[in-house]
């Protein structure tokens, strides 16, 4: 950013500092929101995710972009830990919520040799378990 770097000190790289630009972000907004990167940090501002929430998020490993659909589905940290402490990835919980699936339904699939995401695909089109093990 020719004749701007000085102002986007705290910016990581100049691409970091056009993309901040781009997304209206002030070079304070680097410095305050540290380590999240520009389109994060539009990203929970235009959802209402305040800082210390995101950062409260990060610490469980949950993205913003997760975070942010995981409190407009009521759930908290601690929901989505329940998740990752049975080997799932916070995105897992996310779509599950969205999809209706539980947590002991995603284990079966799991322990029937299914990822997650298509369970939740072969669930969502209305196959059972049983269905989709004798179909693979």
Do not use: C
């Amino acid at each position: 950013m020719a004749g701007g770097t000085a102002r986007w000190a705290d910016a990581r790289s100049d691409y970091e500092a056009a993309d901040a630009a781009g997304f209206g972000l002030a070079p304070d907004d680097l410095r305050h929101w540290r380590p999240f990167y520009p389109i994060e940090i539009a990203w929970a501002r235009k959802h209402g995710l305040p800082l210390a929430a995101a950062r409260r998020w990060a610490a469980g490993g949950v993205r913003v972009h997760d975070a942010v659909r995981a409190r407009a589905l009521g759930l908290t940290p601690a929901d989505v830990r329940r998740w990752t402490d049975a080997g799932f990835l916070p995105a897992d919980a996310v779509e599950a919520n969205e999809a209706g699936v539980s947590l002991e339904q995603a284990v079966a699939w799991r322990e029937a040799g299914f990822v997650f995401p298509d369970a939740a695909l072969l669930i969502h089109d209305g196959w059972t378990l049983e269905a989709a093990a004798a179909a693979r």
